[in-house]
């Protein structure tokens, strides 16, 4: 919610990756900052999702494993880093 650019490392950590991630959704819980607009701009192989209303933690991540169809999920947030 509300991260904007600030999501950028962790996008480039999760392309990153000797394997190439199935899928990548990311869920913009109905920011106001344009963090879902950003995202499609900089990272357009990531699928944002725009919850309708603010869901919070917990209702993001379900709204993101609905929207998923690879058969492992990894939740991170918006500050987290995955090592190659």
């Known amino acids: 919610y509300n991260r904007g650019p600030r999501i950028g490392a962790t996008l480039a950590t999760a392309f990153a990756q000797s394997r190439p991630p199935a899928e990548v959704v990311v869920v913009d819980d109905c920011s106001t900052d344009g963090t879902?607009?950003?995202?499609?701009?900089?990272?357009?192989?990531?699928?944002?999702?725009?919850?309708?209303?603010n869901l919070y933690t917990?209702?993001?991540?379900?709204?993101?494993?609905?929207?998923?169809?690879?058969?492992?999920?990894?939740?991170?947030?918006?500050d987290d880093l995955l090592h190659p």
Do not use: E, K, M
């Open 36 to 53: 879902g607009d950003w995202v499609r701009a900089n990272y357009p192989a990531a699928r944002v999702v725009r919850t309708p209303r």
């Open 58 to 78: 917990s209702g993001a991540r379900n709204v993101g494993a609905a929207a998923a169809t690879a058969g492992v999920l990894v939740f991170l947030d918006h």
